[in-house]
């Protein structure tokens, strides 16, 4: 009974999706770069939200291919969530007639970052729709001469469902999910290193498009992942 009263609003979701949440932009033009701290540097503080505002804070750096970061979250534990409400609904009607647990319930809202949509989401989920681990990341375009991708992102833990405009309430600590993240891939397969780096663009506190506070303290963690040739 209860897996049917969620595939409801998932049903729901996925006649209105397009509305909702399109795929992502076609990719960024790569250009090469061998000074990634400038890189680093030089990366924007916040994404954009809803109707244009200012939304989160940004604080992860992963630094591989495509290939590499997908491989290396997945055997750290983190489910990819679908680039749009209707695939990832899908998802969640697959898992509800499966008897699996529900982890790719849509992230709801469509974040843009120099003009684009998220090209990643990755979850863990502690308590279905509701509680999980969550965080986007984007492609800048950039890449370093081992031809590793420079992938800009925001983690937040999302506490609990606001349904009224279907967003998660974020906890307000996101050094506390940077941490997570870096916790979760310490061991992982094919993760060279991680740290913390020190960013002077990023916002120490500040409130998101939906009016969530949030701080930080202003450093964003960078996860290094092996070349093809390493």
């Known amino acids: 009974m209860k897996r049917a009263v969620l595939a409801l609003p998932a049903a729901v979701l996925l006649l209105f999706s397009d509305r909702l949440l399109p795929g992502t932009a076609p990719a960024p033009p790569r250009h090469v770069a061998s000074d990634l701290p400038e890189v680093y ?3 924007p503080p ?8 200012t939304g989160d804070a940004l604080n992860l750096i992963f ?19 679908p680039l749009s409400v209707a695939g ?15 982890a790719r ?13 998220q090209d990643m989401n990755w979850v863990r989920v502690i308590k279905p729709v509701s509680t999980r681990h969550h965080f986007r990341l984007w492609r800048t375009g950039i890449v370093d001469v081992l031809g590793r991708e420079v992938w800009w992102g925001s983690g937040d833990y999302d506490l609990s469902v606001r349904w009224y405009d279907l967003s998660h309430r974020p906890d307000p600590d996101m050094d506390r999910e940077r941490d997570f993240v870096a916790s979760s891939l310490a061991a992982a397969p094919g993760v060279e290193g991680v740290r913390l780096l020190p960013l002077p663009q990023i916002p120490r506190s500040g ?24």
């Open 63 to 81: 630094l591989g291919t495509e290939s590499a970061v997908r491989s290396a979250l997945e055997k750290a534990g983190w489910t990819s969530l």
């Open 207 to 230: 409130a998101n498009d939906k009016g969530y506070p949030f701080n930080t303290d202003g450093r964003a963690l960078v996860v290094e992942l092996a070349s093809r040739g390493r």
């Open 46 to 53: 916040r994404n954009e939200g809803r109707f244009g505002r």
């Open 41 to 43: 540097r030089a990366l």
């Open 105 to 117: 319930f849509p992230p709801m809202n469509d974040y843009r970052l120099m003009g684009r949509t």
């Open 88 to 102: 990832s609904t899908r998802g969640v009607l697959k898992d509800i007639l499966s008897g699996k647990t529900l």
